[in-house]
């Protein structure tokens, strides 16, 4: 491809917030529930690009000649791939097209057809488009989407929070995620959180770097993973556990884990807490909350990403135990950091606990 913007791109990111912004010059859009994506069309040639710099062609066959049909000869776009099924977005149609089986990708391409939802654009023609305010942007994306049909579509977009507002009770029942805030003069900048997100529930990607037996089980059904996130130094945190799990989903897991068990003490960076026995942060060790109990723990090779809910943060770690979401197949581990979390500064709360109390 020869492209104003070569791939791969690392896409612009958002900063989760509790409220929609009722000051400043921002321009909203749903939040959509799907597989990040962005788009290189350079003639022939396309790349369904993933948010980790994969090529996303092989499990979406069915949008390359959308694309080819519908999009500029040469344009660089921002978008999310989902899948709608009765009126409301499925998440779990999508993660199951990333199978390894090309004749099962095609047969779940005819059942269950994805989409592509558009928000942005990079480049178009010969003109690299990123240092352009978001306004001339979404301008341009209008204008080359002016007559794009389904499974093609631009996400709405309004300058009015009451109208946010609007979409944001609305939209929850239709599998939207809440609603993007992104700042009107803003350029497109890669792989920072310069947009602001607000969900309806607050919620976080970890990685699962080990795991423990249930106690009515050991070697046939998992208890509880522990869920870790990258801290400002690259280290990872063990920032709780997850153990919302049916029986039957704790029988599962042992055969869903097997293979991460493999080797999984090599460079594991909680290598040095596999026989600790000591109080404190590691996974295995024991504290004054445990009452003896057996914290011992399996470690995994910290490959698995999963979504998981939680109340709030206190301190560097989940404040009560989180609950299991989902799988995102489509993550990198090392996109599981702090900066995800929604965080109160330390002057906000001193406002509101004067004196340190």
């Known amino acids: 491809m020869t492209l104003p913007v070569a791939a791969p791109v690392a896409p612009m990111l958002a900063k989760r917030v509790a409220a929609i912004p009722d000051q400043g010059e921002w321009l909203f859009e749903p939040k959509w529930d799907g597989f990040r994506v962005l788009v290189f069309r350079d003639g022939e040639e396309i790349l369904l690009q993933s948010r980790d710099g994969k090529s996303l062609n092989r499990y979406f066959p069915e949008l390359l000649d959308t694309v080819r049909s519908q999009l ?3 344009c660089v776009l921002d978008g999310e791939i989902v899948i709608a099924r009765r009126g409301s977005l499925d998440f ?17 391409a005819e059942e269950t057809p994805a989409s592509i939802v558009l928000f942005d654009v990079l480049a178009l023609g010969d003109a690299n488009l ?3 305010p978001l306004e001339r942007r979404r301008a341009l994306l209008e204008e080359a989407l002016a007559s794009a049909e389904a499974p093609l579509h631009l996400t709405p977009t309004t300058r009015d929070a009451g109208v946010a507002e609007d979409w944001f009770r609305r939209f929850e029942g239709a599998g939207l995620d809440g609603v993007m805030a992104k700042p009107i003069a803003g350029t497109y900048e890669p792989d920072k959180r310069t947009m602001l997100k607000v969900k309806h529930e607050r919620d976080c990607d970890c990685v699962v770097a080990g795991f423990r ?4 089980g050991e070697g046939t059904a998992v208890g509880s993973l522990l869920l870790g996130l990258f801290d400002a130094h690259g280290a990872l945190q063990h920032v709780g556990v997850c153990a919302s799990f049916t029986q039957v989903k704790r029988r599962e897991l042992v ?7 493999d080797r999984a003490l090599e460079g594991h960076p ?14 295995g060790g024991q504290s004054r909350w445990s009452q003896g109990k057996d914290l011992s723990w399996v470690p995994l090779r910290p490959e698995l990403v999963l979504e998981v809910a939680y109340e709030h943060m206190q301190g560097e770690r989940f404040r009560h135990m989180a609950q299991f979401r989902r799988w995102r197949t489509d993550k990198l581990p090392a996109s599981c ?10 002057q906000e709360l001193m406002e509101i606990f ?3 109390r």
């Open 337 to 346: 950091t702090y900066a995800q979390l929604e965080v109160v500064s330390p």
């Open 92 to 108: 779990d149609a999508l993660q199951l097209r990333v199978h390894p089986a090309a004749s099962r990708v095609r047969l779940l």
């Open 255 to 261: 055969d869903l884990l097997a293979p991460y068990r």
């Open 130 to 132: 990123m240092q352009e």
């Open 72 to 74: 500029p000869t040469q």
């Open 213 to 216: 037996w249930h106690k009515d």
């Open 270 to 283: 909680w290598a040095g807490w596999a026989e600790a026995s000591v109080s404190g942060r590691m996974p």
């Open 354 to 356: 004067p004196g340190g």
